[in-house]
C-alpha cells in the first residue's frame, strides 16, 4: 500500500532493524538485543516493564513502570539517545496537585504518555478506592501536574488519542472489576476539557479466536492514517496454565473511532521468547508505545514481557495495515457505533 498516508511528524531518528530474511509472514518482527532493559535497571526497582516513550527534544522520553524492591509499582522518568539504551531517574516521578502540593498516588503502573496540542500526557492504573485511571500534564518533564481522575473505580489500560476528535479529547479504557478481571472490553469517551468526561460508546469485545478470547485492553498512542486510526492492543487467552497476553491490531474509523474498520483475526506477535515466556508473570506481551517515523513508515513498538523486561519490535506502517486488513473478520459490535 504505497498510497498509504501516516498522519504523524517524521523522527528520522527512530530505532530500526530491518526484518530478517528468514521471516516470510511475520509483519512484526522483534530487536535482536531484547529484552531491551532488563532486571534490577534502577536503584532500588526489581524490575520496569508496561512502560511508554516518545519523541523528546531531537531525543526520547519515556516514563517507566518500576516495580521498587518493595513490591509497590511506581512511575519512573527516563531518558535515551537512541531509544534503546535508557538511564532510568532513581527517584520516582514526583506528582503534585494542581496548587503545587506534592500529590503521590498509593502505586501507579503501566502508564502511557500521548502529546496533545503542546502538553504530554501521562495516563496509568492506581487506587482511587479502588483500580481506576490516574492522569497528569507536563510541559517540560520538570513538573508533572496530576489532573482530576477521569472515571470511577473500576478501569484500566487509558490511552488518550493525540489529538482532538470534533472538537474533543478522546479516551479509550477497559472497565473491569477490582481483580485481575476474567473479562473485559474497549470503551471510548469524550470531553471538552480533560476534567468531564461522557458519551461513552463500547469499541470491541473480546474476539473470538483464542488469543483474545477472554479480554481485550488498547494498547499504544493511535496512529493516524489515511486509512484510519491504527491501534495495537492486547489479547488475552485463557489456558489449563493461566492468561496469555498477545498483541492485537485494528484499525478504527477516522471520524468516529467507536467503530473498527479492519480487525486482525490473527495475533501480531505472541510469547515466543525466553523472556516473554518466563519471568515474574510468564506469557505476556502487553504493547503500551509506538515511535513512528512518517516519511519511512517505520514503527517501532515498546512492550513489556512477562511482567520483568522491555521489548522492542518493528514494523512498517504499511505493510502492518495490509496485513490487518488481508485478515481482518468483523462481528456486529465491532462495525455499530457503540451506543445502546
Given amino acids: 500500500m504505497n498510497g498509504l498516508k501516516v498522519l504523524t511528524p517524521a523522527v528520522p531518528n527512530i ?13 512484526i518482527w522483534r530487536h535482536t538485543e531484547n529484552p531491551i532493559i532488563g532486571r534490577n535497571p534502577a536503584k532500588g526497582v526489581a524490575r520496569i516493564f508496561n512502560s511508554a516513550v ?25 531518558r535515551s539517545e537512541d531509544a534503546v539504551h ?16 506534592p500529590f503521590m498516588p498509593i502505586y501507579a503502573y503501566d502508564p502511557r504518555l500521548v502529546k496533545v496540542e503542546g502538553i504530554y500526557y501521562i495516563m496509568w492504573c492506581q487506587d482511587f478506592y479502588g483500580a481506576s485511571i490516574g492522569v497528569a500534564k507536563t510541559e517540560d518533564f520538570n513538573k508533572f501536574v496530576r489532573i482530576e481522575n477521569p472515571f470511577i473505580p473500576f478501569n484500566r489500560n487509558a490511552v488518550l488519542f493525540p489529538r482532538k476528535i470534533n472538537g474533543n479529547f478522546m479516551l479509550l479504557s477497559r472497565p473491569s472489576d477490582s481483580g485481575h478481571t476474567p473479562f473485559g472490553d474497549v470503551f471510548i469517551s469524550e470531553s471538552p476539557d480533560m476534567v468531564y468526561w461522557g458519551k461513552h460508546r463500547h469499541v ?30 492486547h489479547g488475552v487467552s485463557g489456558t489449563c496454565n493461566g492468561f496469555v497476553y498477545s498483541m492485537g491490531g485494528v484499525i478504527l474509523d477516522i471520524d468516529k473511532p467507536s467503530i473498527v474498520k479492519y480487525r486482525c483475526t490473527e495475533f501480531l506477535l505472541t510469547p515466543e521468547e525466553w523472556y516473554e515466556e518466563r519471568g515474574f508473570v510468564p506469557n505476556v506481551i502487553f504493547p503500551c508505545a509506538t515511535i513512528v517515523d512518517s516519511e519511512t513508515k517505520r514503527m517501532a513498538i515498546y512492550y513489556g514481557a512477562a511482567d520483568t523486561y522491555v521489548g522492542m519490535a518493528f514494523a512498517y506502517i504499511d505493510e502492518l495495515v495490509d496485513y490487518i486488513k488481508a485478515n481482518s473478520v468483523l462481528t456486529e459490535m465491532d462495525t455499530e457505533i457503540g451506543k445502546r
Fill in 86 to 101: 535508557w538511564d532510568i531517574d532513581e527517584e520516582k516521578i514526583a506528582f503534585e496537585d494542581e496548587e503545587g502540593n
Fill in 15 to 27: 530505532p530500526w532493524q530491518e526484518k530478517p530474511s528468514g521471516l516470510v509472514d511475520a509483519p
Fill in 204 to 233: 470491541m469485545g473480546a474476539g473470538k479466536e483464542w488469543w483474545e478470547s477472554v479480554k481485550i485492553g488498547s494498547g499504544a498512542t493511535p496512529i493516524e492514517t489515511s486509512e484510519g486510526w491504527l491501534l495495537i492492543y
Fill in 54 to 78: 516518545i519523541p523528546y527534544q531531537g531525543e526520547f522520553i519515556g516514563v517507566f513502570r518500576g516495580e521498587q524492591k518493595d513490591g509497590i509499582p511506581c512511575i519512573y522518568l527516563g
